[in-house]
């Protein structure tokens, strides 16, 4: 008789908190754990969008880490827009870039304002000063909206003058075209 092994989110996430038992070692079990999640099946949405809430509201940026990389395993959608939104305005965690991107896949008019502030005050990380990858990534995620009001604010983004702005907006042109 053949039977298929349920997934246990659980014991999954008891793993996943364990970490790679040798970080450098790629045969490590551990590297193998996101092809075990049923991946794009939104199964543990209201879990996951708990977890988020609770990280944001403890200010715990490893827990903020775990649940947001799991819920887009799982499949992002717009339930998940306002922890997003929250968490972009937030300053005490490092993964902005992350939720920028997780922005530009949903690619929601509501995430415009959001991405436009993010864009205009986001401090870059010490080194990534010169390139600007938040700021780019802000840029990308307003193009892709592409609504008018996301167009207009990446006008605005553009007449700041910054050249990083700019060559991503070269980069869209060029490839739309």
Not at 112 to 123: C, G, I, R, V, Y
Not at 153 to 166: A, D, I, K, M, S
């Given at each position: 008789?053949?039977w298929k092994r349920t997934f246990d989110f659980d014991k999954?996430?008891?793993?996943?908190?364990?970490?790679?038992?040798?970080?450098?070692?790629?045969?490590?079990?551990?590297?193998?754990?996101?092809?075990?999640?049923?991946r794009e099946k939104k199964l543990y949405k209201e879990r996951?969008?708990?977890?988020?809430?609770?990280?944001?509201?403890?200010?715990?940026?490893?827990?903020?880490?775990?649940?947001?990389?799991?819920?887009?395993?799982?499949?992002?959608?717009?339930?998940?827009?306002?922890?997003?939104?929250?968490?972009?305005?937030?300053?005490?965690?490092?993964?902005?870039?992350?939720?920028?991107?997780?922005?530009?896949?949903?690619?929601?008019?509501?995430?415009?304002?959001?991405?436009?502030?993010?864009?205009?005050?986001?401090?870059?990380?010490?080194?990534?000063?010169?390139?600007?990858?938040?700021?780019?990534?802000?840029?990308?995620?307003?193009?892709?909206?592409?609504?008018?009001?996301?167009?207009?604010?990446?006008?605005?983004?553009?007449?700041?003058?910054?050249?990083?702005?700019?060559?991503?907006?070269?980069?869209f042109k060029d490839y739309n075209q």
């Amino acid at each position: 008789m053949f039977w298929k092994r349920t997934f246990d989110f659980d014991k999954f996430q008891k793993r996943f908190d364990e970490g790679p038992r040798d970080p450098l070692n790629q045969r490590d079990p551990f590297w193998s754990l996101s092809d075990q999640y049923p991946r794009e099946k939104k199964l543990y949405k209201e879990r996951l969008r708990g977890m988020i809430a609770s990280a944001i509201s403890k200010e715990n940026d490893r827990d903020l880490n775990k649940a947001l990389v799991l819920a887009s395993w799982d499949g992002l959608d717009l339930d998940y827009a306002d922890l997003l939104k929250t968490a972009l305005r937030l300053e005490w965690h490092y993964r902005h870039e992350d939720i920028v991107l997780y922005m530009d896949q949903l690619r929601d008019e509501t995430f415009t304002e959001d991405l436009f502030s993010a864009a205009n005050n986001h401090k870059e990380y010490e080194g990534d000063e010169e390139l600007q990858p938040f700021l780019r990534k802000c840029v990308r995620a307003l193009w892709a909206i592409g609504t008018p009001r996301a167009k207009e604010l990446v006008q605005r983004l553009v007449e700041t003058g910054n050249p990083n702005v700019q060559i991503v907006v070269t980069v869209f042109k060029d490839y739309n075209q």
